[in-house]
């Protein structure tokens, strides 16, 4: 990906030992091409322990005082809070809430969508900086205060938390989210940017330069605001950071109807998305040859895709060679790994969008033989997909219990971009697309 000189090595070596990054500009530059590549995470310097004066907190809200009051009690004593209640039937409980927290509120008469309510608050904000917390999140004490500390980077317009489930919700729903919630990012630092680890990071919470931000969410999209808002600032030219360190618990829905209602929802942005964002709101990625030996190995043929895992390694260890040592076993691992992550897409696809299209291709094999090997084939792969997702996750739940909830997870995944693609009538989300190139990656 790179080749650095022995004075480069030197440094990167330094860095990674605890070491700052130097006044030198060769230091500078060197930094500076790492963390645009997304080859390293910044770990930048603490603010001065001060009053939160440059950055205001915007809480949308609607019809939720108790959630609210959760919310507002983890952010007292530190930035201005403006509260906007989005419509709700009963305003009287928010505004209290708000007047009782110290927080500035500002209603709408009607019930507009969680974009418009972070826009009007955005438009309220005289500061530099400005973060977002939806009603139903508690961030920790002294938010948003990491977060801001990564802003003091020119380049970078906005940083995000993981968010987490929180640990109060009870039953199998509740601990199913504690180990794949809809909104958590994972555990590792990140460049957020299309076709990358981290695509986007959810508005649920969120620090942002205020300059960056422009008019703000587009109020057109329900939901999937806060992906078209990330890859709009990626494509302006700011970079967007994901930091784990600062978790923030999200209130889930235990109820297993309410969350898979949410679920589908999620996925309903993905058609809207795609209008806005060609090329970028795909099912899976699949190359053309890959979706060849996939075909021929569910219709029986598993040499197919040894052969592709073995072709993959080759070409991989010829980039490789006299570069890094042991090429040859490394290729081979990236080669098995990339195989198992197209198995695992693949089964996602096949049990959320595709699944119409794989009961029409079970009920076309002729003889019931067929059809029973066939459907045993899909039942194999979406199993294996449950079970190292298990294996990965190690949740509070048994394999069967998680199987079950993994396969209606990704079943909602698929009503919902179904749902999406009939009210746009738009069904280029239904489809795969090749790999991005290189460059675009």
């Not at 209640?85 to 927080?103: F, K, L, N, W």
């Not at 199913?176 to 460049?191: I, Q, T, V």
């Not at 695992?344 to 096949?350: M, P």
Request: with cysteine; glycine share 8%; hydrophobic share 45%.
């Amino acid at each position: 990906m790179l080749t650095l000189s022995p004075r480069g090595n030197a440094l990167v070596q330094a860095w990674l030992a605890g070491q700052p990054v130097g006044e030198e500009r060769s230091e500078g530059l060197l930094a500076r091409r790492l963390l645009d590549a997304g080859l390293a995470c910044p770990d930048p310097p603490a603010r001065p322990a001060q009053a939160l004066d440059d950055v205001t907190i915007i809480v949308p809200v609607y019809a939720d005082p108790e959630r609210l009051r959760a919310c507002l009690g983890a952010l007292s004593g530190g930035a201005p809070v403006i509260v906007v209640d989005d419509g709700s039937p009963d305003p009287a409980p928010i505004a209290a809430v708000a007047r009782q927290a110290g927080a500035r509120y500002v209603r709408h008469p009607v019930n507009r969508g969680p974009a418009a309510a972070r826009n009007t608050g955005l438009r309220m904000v005289a500061t530099p900086l400005v973060a977002f917390v939806d009603a139903d999140c508690v961030p920790p004490r002294g938010f948003p205060g990491r977060l801001t500390q990564h802003l003091a980077d020119p380049a970078v317009g906005l940083v995000a938390p993981r968010i987490v489930s929180s640990e109060r919700g009870r039953g199998p729903v509740a601990a199913y989210e504690r180990a794949r919630a809809a909104l958590d990012m994972g555990p590792h630092p990140s460049l957020v940017r299309p076709y990358s680890m981290v695509w986007y990071v959810p508005s649920a919470t969120m620090v942002a330069r205020r300059e960056a931000l422009g008019s703000g969410f587009d109020e057109g999209l329900e939901l999937g605001e806060d992906v078209d808002l990330v890859w709009r600032l990626h494509d302006a030219g700011w970079q967007v950071r994901y930091e784990p360190v600062v978790v923030v618990a999200h209130e889930v829905r235990a109820g297993l109807a309410s969350w898979y209602r949410r679920r589908v929802a999620y996925n309903e942005s993905a058609a809207p998305l795609l209008a806005r964002h060609p090329e970028r709101v795909p099912v899976l990625f699949l190359a053309p040859r890959a979706a060849l030996a996939w075909a021929a190995a569910l219709c029986g043929s598993p040499a197919a895709v040894i052969a592709l895992t073995v072709a993959r390694a080759f070409r991989v260890r010829g980039v490789l060679a006299g570069r890094v040592p042991r090429a040859g076993a490394r290729a081979s691992r990236i080669a098995i790994e990339v195989t198992l992550q197209e198995r695992r897409d693949l089964a996602r696809a096949l049990v959320g969008p595709w699944f119409p299209f794989a009961l029409a291709a079970i009920a076309a094999v002729p003889g019931r033989p067929r059809r029973r090997r066939l459907a045993a084939r899909f039942g194999r792969l979406v199993g294996a997909m449950a079970l190292g997702d298990w294996i990965v996750d190690r949740p509070d739940l048994d394999p069967l219990r998680y199987a079950v909830l993994r396969v209606a997870d990704e079943s909602s995944r698929g009503v919902g971009i179904w749902i999406g693609c009939l009210r746009e009538r738009d069904f280029r989300g239904l489809l795969p697309r090749p790999p991005p190139p290189a460059s675009r990656r």
